[in-house]
């Protein structure tokens, strides 16, 4: 489905490397950038990222190589994105949280002429990778531990990288996804796709007097699409390390936040902090949300309670076309992703690959100006990623199942590959996920499909009770099943403390299959 809500022409392509150019013209000291530790202003910032442009440029790296980052945000990391993109150099942000195994192949499958990194980082990196003949070299982001200091590595100032040219079509980052398996795919986003992000974020009122607060990671998408138009387009951008929601709102309140990126299960933490109401969040504009299923009663309470606009993002990081939800525009619509942006077509096809007509439910694909390059040396991997209608136009597959209400909100029910099929039925995980957390002993639940000799799979339910809860897993179970149909009862209920998450928010149902295996039933 098409947004068919008119728009301006989409505006010619323009480098991040000329963006933050016109804001030292304009606005030399104003804020920029700043972390925990330090902060700096445009003239300084600028003059930084042309430092480590220059440092690369001297270390022999040329446009189209790669540099990888694992570390945790700051003003640091950012300025190794903005001064590699300025020498033309591809990003691989990389997080620390994944196996040794999978950082190896990260590293192996991005070439990367260089790496830097924190503590945090340095331990994330197998020790095979950094030794031997061909070590690959180490920039300490942190001045400490293994590799080049940071303050040695970086050129004095004053230095200037020599010009380079970039285009659209020139790869921007690497982004892996699945990275907590041994086998992850690098999704290349180029300039042009970048160029879309940062164009879709002036309708939501980044400017020059936006403060953008950010606490999930740099290695994100989820961060980057909310990072670089709070930078860009003039305003300043306040980085967290680390995720704490009573410090989020203390930062919040003290930097007058006005825009700010968080996962659904940050909104939750913060939502249930008893001291919420004594902070003045009057500044904010604008709050987004992506990455994860957010709960509609999740939103509402935020609608109530949170001043500003609250925007849900329904996409992918190998793009392809991108839903949004405007939820204080459509408090009826809470329970949907929203409707397809001005620039994005969104079908649904079936197993088949057969587009469906309105009301049907199938597979989500998009297609928009933002979109992928493909996955880093895996043609096979990206051919099964796209799908062409009958004229040739490519889309991208999400994987994810969902069906458009009449008034072209898109509403989602799973994830394909986490559809449970008993007995010849599916089954949607969130339809029973939603029910049990009517029950009131229910604080937070997942439902998997777990291998069974009589109907293939069947479902088990993992859940996080309320404190002070005394109702034990049969009773639960025995509750929920009472009102399911016969097709949807549980198999299975297990208390766990807290879900396995990554670090963006969602939940690992791979993890909890392995668990159920580990556990008595």
Known sequence: MTNTTASAPFPPFRRVSDLLRDNVRQRPQAKALADDDSALDWAALDALVDRVAASLQQAGLRSGDVVAVCAASSVRYAAVYLGSLRAGVVVAPLAPSVTPEAMASMLGDAQARLLFADAQGRAAVPPAVMEGAGALPLVAL????????????????????????????????IIYSSGTTGNPKGIVQSHGMR????????????????????????????????????LCWGGSVRLMPKFDALRYLQTAQQIRATHSMLVPVQYQRIMALPQFGEFDLSSFRAKFCTSAPFRAELKADILARWPGALYEFYGMTEGGGTC???????????????????TSDIRL???????????????????????????????????????FD???????????????????????????????IS????????DLEAELRKHPAVEDVAVTGVPSEQWGETPVAFVCRRPGATEDAAQIMGWYNARAGKTQRLAALHFIDELPRSAIGKVLKRELRDLHRTLPH
């Open 423 to 430: 007995g010849g039925f599916n089954i949607y995980p969130s």
């Open 142 to 173: 942190d001045d400490a531990g293994a590799g080049t200091p940071w303050s040695e590595w970086l050129a004095p100032e004053g230095a200037a990288p020599k010009p380079v040219d970039v285009g659209p079509e020139h790869p921007f980052n």
């Open 349 to 387: 096809i079936d197993e088949e690959g057969h587009e469906l007509p309105p009301g049907a439910t199938g597979e989500v694909v998009g297609h928009s100006p933002g979109m992928m390059t493909g996955y880093h040396r895996q043609p096979d991997k990206t051919r099964e990623a796209e799908w």
């Open 390 to 420: 009958a004229t040739g136009k490519r889309f991208i597959r999400t994987g994810d199942v969902g069906r458009f209400d009449a008034d072209g909100f898109l509403t989602l029910l799973d994830r394909r590959k986490d559809m449970v």
């Open 324 to 342: 949004i939800l405007a939820a204080h525009e459509h408090p009826d619509k809470l329970h949907t992703v929203g409707q397809p942006a001005s």
């Open 195 to 230: 160029w879309a992000h940062l164009v879709r974020g002036l309708a939501q009122g980044y400017g020059p007097d936006s403060v953008t607060l950010l606490a999930t990671p740099l290695y994100s998408n989820t961060t980057l699409v909310s990072f670089f138009p709070g």
